[in-house]
Nanobody
Framework: QVQLVESGGGLVQAGGSLRLSCAAS????????MGWFRQAPGKERELTAT????????YYADSVKGRFTISRDNAKNTVYLQMNSLKPEDTAVYYC?????????????????WGQGTQVTVSS
């Protein structure tokens, strides 16, 4: 069992930055691939970034490539999403998720555990 708690969301102006954190409970965090999804109002949840258990592999959606960076610290049971050059279209609830296998597929079913989400709002 893995419990995930996101933090770091908020209101920021376009062009600004935020860093999201996702703290995980449980001793098996380091064995899980981690992903960040986001869901904007009226839209489906979409994969934003993923990272393998040992950080060897990462994936970014085209919409965030070059602006967002996913990282993890297994000693701290935490995964991060550094978001730079934010745009109004990045406004969404951001969720972290843990899955037993690394995947770059935009499919929520690949993940076993989810956080409650954190709101990110980017004003123009």
């Amino acid at each position: 069992q893995v419990q995930l708690v996101e933090s770091g969301g908020g209101l920021v102006q376009a062009g600004g930055s935020l860093r999201l954190s996702c703290a995980a409970s449980g001793r098996t965090f380091s064995t899980y691939a981690m992903g960040w999804f986001r869901q904007a109002p009226g839209k489906e949840r979409e994969l934003t970034a993923t990272i393998s258990w040992n950080s060897a592999r990462t994936y970014y959606a085209d919409s965030v490539k070059g602006r967002f960076t996913i990282s993890r610290d297994n000693a701290k049971n935490t995964v991060y999403l550094q978001m730079n050059s934010l745009k109004p279209e990045d406004t969404a609830v951001y969720y972290c998720a843990a899955g037993r296998h690394y995947s770059s597929t935009n499919y929520y079913g690949n993940y076993d555990y989810w956080g409650q989400g954190t709101q990110v709002t980017v004003s123009s």
